[in-house]
């Protein structure tokens, strides 16, 4: 790709991102705001996943932890910028915790683990009513007040949380660009030759975990103030599911794969809607089909279509695994 | 005393129908590489096949479990294989996990859409009668499943250990590429392993649905308790499934009546993570090696 | 003469009543190229494993350039300046050539904050540039390390083992599956980089022209223990390794 067409290109997406509600209605607006909440989540999940090779299913858990830290702070009378920081540190120690599992196991491993503590989060927001509301949830968070700039309306709290969501990926793109991006992409190729490199492999998979997590938070502590009523349901391992789905969908590993992703996500159903009843069947059938024909995600089909015009090298079947020793 | 005896024996006889559905899992994970997130919806559907067979071709209940089983076998067997697990599982286990999982809400939703949502009465093969064992209450039916799931283990342990086809199912498993070499028709193995995963789902789904009534929304806890069965009892041998099934069943048994019921759930869930953190190879499996 | 720049003393390893590694010590001096080889089931790579602190040796100790490293972790050895080549499956294959030759060096630089907010590529681009051109690996610079030639890889597997200037390279049968011309493209780029940096390598290896070629000195074993030990005529002419190869 030339120099200055990627640039330009994420001029126009900004643009884009900026002009789009502009005279649309509530529902609208809202739904595009609920996509930069999930490109976040999808986000962290992406760097968790894509870039470090570590699958987890308890992405919705940090969404939740961010967003009742944020909500009872709030409710209490804190102000959301001084709410939601607290929550991203509440996250980070979580998420390394659930690294540890990491160090120790792999895979479907790994997968039924953070499925597991996905399902511990939900149990405990549901039955620790005294703190979390139980299943009635919590209600009434307010959306932060900035003096001059109320984001009480829909419009101005949309504009807020793209002003949160570009800084959330210049701090991603950071990452990712930066020496540890490359770490972690060893970790995600062949552990054991990164080991034998002196990469800390230990250390790198908590962190993937932890800065995934962080970002998990992130999108929780957006969600209180957007939706305004969070009860656990809304957490559960079938909407980590759906961050996972959006990772996947999008191209795992690519940097704007979590916002084609969440885009496609979020956006299908709502034009599935008017199928009622059968939008799921019809959704949960497109997944399966997309899965079969474009398993890298879709931002790997341009990949494909360029392949078709212009064969490249490809990388050799048998260089899935990493180094294995004797 | 009784009533733990009484909580004992239950615990065990849903644990049995569990083991099931854990041997299935592990089979179809060891032979084929297929994680099937879907294995709860798997126990959910074929008693749906019974209720229509019954209910909108007027078949009585006997003839309806055995379409109820050959409709199982074909759509969750042959057709899984072909359709689902074959084409998607060169592309890597995350894949394959998110297509299970789409797989588990697409028949979910196909049956809350296309059936009803609310619970439907299912008929009990065995008579409910209870009856009395050292003090303690307990229903003939959870004596009938109980035997018949440990029958079933029995006569498929004795399968894959004393037949020809058993031997090259357990071949295919531990290597599939020796065996390939070794003259094993290594497809038609895993072909079976599908098969014989279908049909002890339809199984167990004719033990437990009496008990929990047929709904849409089964498979959730059934697949996760499966899961956990399978992982905690160990992949190495099929006793493990067996094991990890009862003894989740009676845990959770256990603790329901005794400790909590809030966090019933929490029990199987955190003997997972714990068992995954200290002992992957599960309680009854051995470090090395893979088998059927 | 200076200090060893590996020691290895005493080491006994057995696998359940097998005893794959009986009493092996020796020394290895900087600059030295050390071959060490041996018949199947001679023991040599259990002897490897534990010189790298995979195997944990039931006796006995390693020392590199004078420190203990036998319960070290493998990222901790590196940091110590042991590099090392795999046998197989040993680069990174969806990242650059490039990339997998600056990864190999940027965890010696700095620290891992000062990496987060450092230059992308640590600052080591031209580092990684020189030692791709000398392995003469120019043209394939921005090409993902997967699409590459067995060979190459192996090429890209040794530059990885060096980037961080290392004061022994252990390389893990590294003719393997090689062919005839990149072998000896690889056996001279070896003796060159020695050469001209003194680096100590130490390579255990089934190719017998390979080593004989290559090494300066060479170690045999033979059922866990060591049989012969000299400069490559030697142990060309020696009747005990004969034997021992032939099944004696």
Known sequence: MKRWLRPLLLVLLLVLAIIAPLGQGNYIVYTLTSWLIFSIAAMGLNLTLGYAGQISLAQASFMAIGAYTTALLTLAGWHWVLAMPLGLILCFAVGLLLGYPALRVKGHFLAFVTLAFNTLVFLILRNEEWLTGGSYGLVGMPRPDFGLFSTMKQLPFYYFTLGITVIASLVMWGIVRSPWGRAFKALRENPVRAESLGVDTRRITLLAFAIGSVYGGLAGALITPLVQFIEPGSFGVGHSLRILLMVVVGGAGYFFGPFLGAGVVIMLPEMLRFTAGYYLIIYSALVIVMLVFVPSGLIGIGGRLREKFRPRREVRADMREGARLQ | MSQLLQVLLSGLATGSIYALVAIGFTLVWQAAQTVNFAQGEFVMLPAFFVLVAMGYFGLPFLPALLVGLVLSVLVLGVLFKKLIAEPILPHGGITLIIATMALGIFLKESVKEFYSAEAQPFPSIFPNDPIDIFGAVVSLQDLFNLAISLGVVVVLTLFLNRTRTGRCMQATAQNPAVAEILGVDVKRMILYTFLINAALAALASFLITPVYLAKFSNGETLGLIAFIAAIVGGFNQIRGALVGGLLIGVLDNLTATYVTAQYRAALPLVLLIVIIMLRPQGLMGTSEGRSV | MSAPVLSVRNIEKSFGGIQAVRGVSFDVHKGEILGLIGPNGSGKSTLFNCILGQLAPDAGEVHVTGRNVSKM????????????????????????????????????????????????????????????????????????????????????????????????????????????????????????YNAEHGTTFVVIEHNMEFVMSLCTRIIVLAEGHIIAEGKPEEIRANQTVIDAYLGG
Do not use: C, W
């Not at chain 3, 990496?115 to 600052?123: E, N, Q, Y």
């Not at chain 3, 120019?138 to 067995?150: C, N, P, V």
């Open chain 3, 73 to 192: 972790r493998a990222s901790d050895l590196n940091k110590l300046g042991v590099g090392r080549t795999f046998q197989q499956l040993s680069v990174f294959p969806k990242m650059t050539v490039l990339d997998n030759i600056i990864l190999a060096g940027q965890e010696h630089h700095g620290t891992m904050l000062s990496r987060l907010f450092g230059p992308s590529d640590a600052g080591l681009t031209q580092q990684a540039e020189q030692l791709i051109s000398f392995f003469r690996l120019t043209h394939l610079r921005d090409a993902l390390a997967g699409s590459l030639s067995y060979g190459q890889q192996k090429l890209v597997d040794a530059a990885m083992a060096l980037m961080a200037g290392p004061s022994l390279v252990l390389l893990d049968e590294p003719a393997g599956g090689v062919n005839l011309t990149m072998l000896a493209n690889l056996k001279e780029r070896l003796v060159t």
